[in-house]
C-alpha cells in the first residue's frame, strides 16, 4: 500500500507515473498503444469483442489462439500478463500485473474462464492459474510480497471467493503503525488440481488444498487440507473424505431423480 501510494503522490510527471503504475515502461509505443485498447475496452456488443480480439492480444506478454475480451476490464501493466489459449475474460475483470522486477506476474493456462468482475491482483506477487480452470463471479485473487498464488488444472472457484498470498501484516511492534511493519511471508496458496470451492470462501496464506479436496460454501481455510477432503465451517474443518463411492451415490440419486 505504501510503495502504491508513494508511486501515485511521489515525484514525476503525471504521464511517467501513469506509465509506471499501468502501462509498465515510459515506451512512447507502449503507451500510445496501451491508451487505443483502453480506448476500446468499454465499446459494447460485437464490435467491441472483435475489435478487442484484434487488437489487444498484442498488450500482453503472451496470448495464445481464440481469446475473448468483454467490455469493461481494466488491465494494469499488462506486459507481465501470460495467457494460454481459448481464455475467456467476463465484463469488469481487473487483471493487475504490477510488480517491480518479475516478468511475468499473473499466467494463465489453456480454457481458462473468468465471470464478470473477477479480480486478479498483484503487488510484487505471481498468480498462476492452470488449465481448464472457472473463476466465478466477484472473486479477488491477490499475491503480495512474493507469495505465489498457485491454482492447478480443472479448479472451480465459486462466487465471491478470496484468496491470498501475503495477506497479513507483521504486528509484533507497537511503536510503528502495522502498515510500516511490512507484510508476513506465508508462502501463498496452492490449490493442487482438480479443487472445488464453494461460494464465499477465503482460503489465507500458507494454505494448500489437496488434489480432489472440496471447500463447501462460506468456509474460511487457515490450514492445509489433504487430498479428496472435503472441509466446512469458519475455521474449516474436515468433515469427510471422498471416496469413489460418492460419485456412484450421487450418480445412483440423479437416475432415480
Known amino acids: 500500500m505504501k510503495k502504491t501510494h508513494n508511486a501515485i503522490t511521489g515525484n514525476g510527471s503525471p504521464l511517467s507515473k501513469y506509465q509506471d503504475i499501468m502501462v509498465g515502461n515510459r515506451s512512447w509505443m507502449h503507451f500510445l498503444y496501451y491508451e487505443w485498447c483502453q480506448f476500446l475496452a468499454p465499446v459494447p456488443g460485437v464490435l467491441g469483442m472483435a ?66 468482475d473477477v479480480m486478479i491482483s498483484c503487488k510484487n506477487g505471481r498468480i498462476s492459474i492452470g488449465d481448464n480452470c472457472g473463476i466465478n463471479a466477484r472473486t479477488i485473487i491477490q499475491s503480495t510480497s512474493n507469495c505465489p498464488v498457485v491454482i492447478g488444472t480443472d479448479c472451480i472457484v465459486g462466487q465471491q471467493c478470496f484468496l491470498v498470498g501475503g495477506g497479513s501484516y507483521h504486528i509484533d511492534r507497537l511503536d510503528i503503525p502495522m502498515r510500516e511493519q511490512g507484510i508476513r511471508n506465508d508462502g501463498g496458496v496452492h490449490l493442487e488440481e482438480d479443487v472445488w470451492l464453494g461460494g464465499n470462501v477465503t482460503v489465507l496464506g500458507g494454505v494448500t488444498m489437496g488434489k480432489g479436496s472440496v471447500a463447501g460454501a462460506g468456509a474460511l481455510l487457515t490450514r492445509s487440507v ?23 451415490d450421487s450418480m445412483d440419486r440423479a437416475d432415480r431423480a
Open 226 to 248: 489433504a487430498d479428496y477432503t472435503v472441509s466446512l465451517g469458519a475455521p474449516a474443518q474436515v468433515v469427510k473424505k471422498r471416496t469413489s463411492t460418492d460419485s456412484t
Open 51 to 116: 475489435l478487442r480480439k484484434i487488437f489487444w492480444p498484442a498488450l500482453f506478454g503472451s496470448c495464445g489462439r481464440g481469446c475473448m475480451f468483454a467490455s469493461g476490464i481494466t488491465l494494469r501493466q499488462p506486459g507481465r500478463i501470460y495467457l494460454g489459449n481459448a481464455v475467456v475474460i467476463s465484463e469488469g475483470c481487473i487483471l493487475d500485473g504490477r510488480h517491480e522486477a518479475e516478468p511475468v506476474s499473473i499466467r494463465f493456462g489453456n480454457n481458462v474462464i473468468l465471470s464478470n
